[in-house]
């Protein structure tokens, strides 16, 4: 007897995904773990399993930071080659109950730091795709997947969803569960997804959080917007910058009605707070690889370490007050607003593979844990994306949705 | 050639520590992985490694939550047993390096929740030892460790503390490293430790936080003191408020000056605040354990799956605003005290094995994560040990270990 693979939506779309992988990825890299056979008795298994279901039949890639019971999981770290958690991530697990096909793992920098995976960007393979979700960023953009899950600590889904040219989102900070996700900082460390439009990030989204407060828009009733420099403001280019000026004009052109915001000058602060509690935090969470593990580590590693044992308690402490001070005016300042945009990313990808680029324009906004967007809307100086950022206060993801969708739409 | 263990301060400690868990665990069941054998290796290596140092040569029981690499992490559930999570959690990581014996795991709860583990109150084996870290908190009791790690989602350090009569310290929520401990709740997860005395719990505090902002009280500038109903105190019995009274008398009658303090009615919403929190959080962080290994949970923590399955987004976001609400105001209310005194439980250890009682008491100082720290002071209508719990508000440690030090030398 043979087996004959049934022939239904998830068998499909994973045939589809199987094909560009195999295709596109030796010169891409997204991947550090696929397995075409595995990913197809999976869909098989969906198919005969679910009828149907918000994320039935979609191809996920999973980043490398999450645990999965099936397939190793490294953090990208060569201390983790082949390392079997044993237990999935929470999301891992309603994914795959979702009617989701786990497809693999996408490549990740050096536990979601700076050290860069292989990934290379698809725009041009000469480009870095950003991380520290590097291979869920390039397996979207070229079109391996329509979804991919990742994370951010300081700016990594924004920044390679802006450098790939796909859509990221950043969800509020705890709404979506970090259990069985590698740890780098509980104050910062979020959980989100990169996709190819929205609608797919806010069907996952609302699927995996269950949060159905569904806001809408309409001419009568359009989104408050505003656009603002963001902290870091000062490390974007030239470039960079005239093309937000554009896309501000274009909208207002449009009939948008987009004021400026001015941020008070303390959130100014929060870049440097977001990398104190970072290195804080950092330092103390990968006791297990400083202290047992330290020839393991990359040279950016060990230097987060060293800056990390530097940082006191009452440092600590403090960068933590400065961003409480700031999320209540952030709230405050935005009680006129729905979202606010801004540049995704300071520029368009780095030229090379050794950097991923910087989160400049990306900590403080992780530090106040408001949902962030990202919309592949720019044109840099050499013809690589960037990305428009919108972000908004806390707990208040539908409503930066429907300004997302607004806009895209638009 | 025969090994000689040598004769070190480590390999003495756990030779006495080796004596009395084989003279009483039969009876009291604290441990779920014990290897004298190995315990020996581990204390003959730290004599040898490390001459001094604040742990150097403390044996060290490592709750069962908090992942080993070289001992099975089984979570106390059947679903993981013998389960190898392949990587230290990394505050046992900084004790390994701290020149502690690391002893083997002792025995929690069901996931840290209800479901009693088989471990028996040191004091009376009739009676329970609390949850969830009770195989910790009944080494310590019984002679068997000076110290042993705990953890705190509800009340699972202050309250088996105060049932087994020893010294429990939750520190404020995110001091210590949650990196490879089990997640039930990232908003309230708080890691500690159960010890012998005030003293190894501050040094065990300074060590791995390295927060060393000393706090000193004297008779000339001794600390401000109040005392309070917790939040929960309706669920306290006649008799632990009575003896809860005849302390805080016996205090005054030695020239204390301890204060009565009413707390804010919206503080009463905080238990209720707590569980709303508690349920939300575990049902989507244990998403691989209801979706994948239904049968194996216990009826207790099906229950808990079921009632967060009920919690809305909103019911979580608005539970997490009163929590934030009620620590601007204690903060404000605390201007006055370096502490208040309030009961560890809500009554004296619970008899039978059914149940590890009632964290009433606890959850507000959880949801307010502020450092707690039980001290062994009563004792209960059955002779059985209570403890008094003394709060502050978020990043006052130190102070609130000056006033523990204060009271229990009083």
Redesign the interface.
Known sequence: MTTIVQEGAAAEAVERSIRIIKEKDAAIGAWVYFDPRRARQVAEDVDARFADGPLYGVPVGIKDIFDT?DMPTAYGSSI?AG????????????L??SGAVVMGKTATTEFASPYPARTRNPHNLGHSPGGSSSGSAAAVASGMLPLALGSQTLGSIIRPASYCGVYGFKPSH???????VL?LS??LDTIGALGKSVAILETFYRHI?????IVTFSSRKPPRLAYCEAPGWEQTTQAARDAFDRAIAKFRSKGLNIQKLVLPEAFLHLVDAGFTVHDY?LY?????DR??HWDGLSEKFKEIMRRGAKV???QH?DALGIAAWCRDEFAKLMGDFDAVITLSATDEAPEGLDTTGSPAVNVAWTLLRGPCLSLPSLIGAQGLPIGLQLCSPQ?TDSSLLACANWLDRG
Do not use: C, K, M
Request: positive net charge; glycine residues 12%; proline residues 2%.
């Open positions: 019971n983790y390392h079997h958690p044993g237990r999935d991530a929470a999301l891992v697990a309603q795959r109950q705890g709404r979506i569960s970090r259990a069985g740890t509980d104050t959080t269950g949060d159905q407060r935090e103390r969470n990968f006791s297990a202290l047992g006191s308690t009452s402490e707990s």
